[in-house]
T-cell receptor, first 114, second 114 residues
């Protein structure tokens, strides 16, 4: 089925380790987003890419980097993981980003940093 | 800046009872409004959206929402809930005015009791 695919689904890291969360969409969407979800905090935007070749910081970018590899793929990298980055991470995409196109979400990556 | 307020963090209700989840938005210009549902351990799925036109919007699973410009509200309703409706519900204002960032409410946890 068409949609947003995130890998891995689960990950446990030790403090200081690095990893990359992968996200790919097959809907030819222009805009892509990375969110983290923590209990009682709703969804908080980490980074977004309005279109291929551009990336911008969101609300909580510290400790993360992103790469818009091509139109389909948008990865999130944790260079040196910290326990505060334990969270559920969601990737989303949108046809236009701005306007009434709506957003399609992946199923999430549950990350635990010990 | 846009803001979306979901007035209830948790709504408990008995099965087959009606329910209303309240949402207020802040934008004074044209708005694009969405309701998303997140079932346990899943990503977010689109329930319904308001772009323009009729103020009563029907979505999936028997949900509907009413756009009220004078009260800047977009409340979600269902006349008779099922146990399977237990989930987190997010009200979202789509990006506008040159921004690519949607605005999420904090979420309302709907808990349906047998």
């Amino acid at each position: 089925n068409a949609g947003v695919t995130q890998t891995p689904k689960f990950q446990v890291l030790k403090t200081g380790q690095s990893m990359t969360l992968q996200c790919a969409q097959d809907m030819n969407h222009n805009s892509m987003y990375w969110y983290r979800q923590d209990p009682g905090m709703g969804l908080r935007l980490i980074y977004y890419s309005a279109s291929e070749g551009t990336t911008d910081k969101g609300e909580v970018p510290n400790g993360y980097n992103v790469s818009r590899l091509n139109k389909r793929e948008f990865s999130l990298r944790l260079e040196s993981a910290a326990p505060s980055q334990t969270s559920v991470y969601f990737c989303a995409s949108s046809e236009g980003g701005t306007g009434g196109y709506g957003y399609t979400f992946g199923s999430g990556t549950r990350l635990t940093v010990v | 800046a846009q803001s979306v307020t979901q007035l209830d963090s948790q709504v408990p209700v008995f099965e087959e009872a009606p329910v209303e989840l309240r949402c207020n938005y802040s934008s004074s210009v044209s708005v694009y409004l969405f309701w998303y549902v997140q079932y346990p351990n899943q990503g977010l799925q689109l329930l319904l959206k308001y772009l323009s036109g009729s103020t009563l919007v029907k979505g999936i699973n028997g949900f509907e929402a009413e756009f009220n410009k004078s009260q800047t509200s977009f409340h979600l309703r269902k006349p008779s809930v099922h146990i399977s409706d237990t989930a987190e519900y997010f009200c979202v204002e789509g990006a506008s005015g040159g921004s690519y960032i949607p605005t999420f409410g904090r979420g309302t946890s709907l808990i349906v009791h047998p």
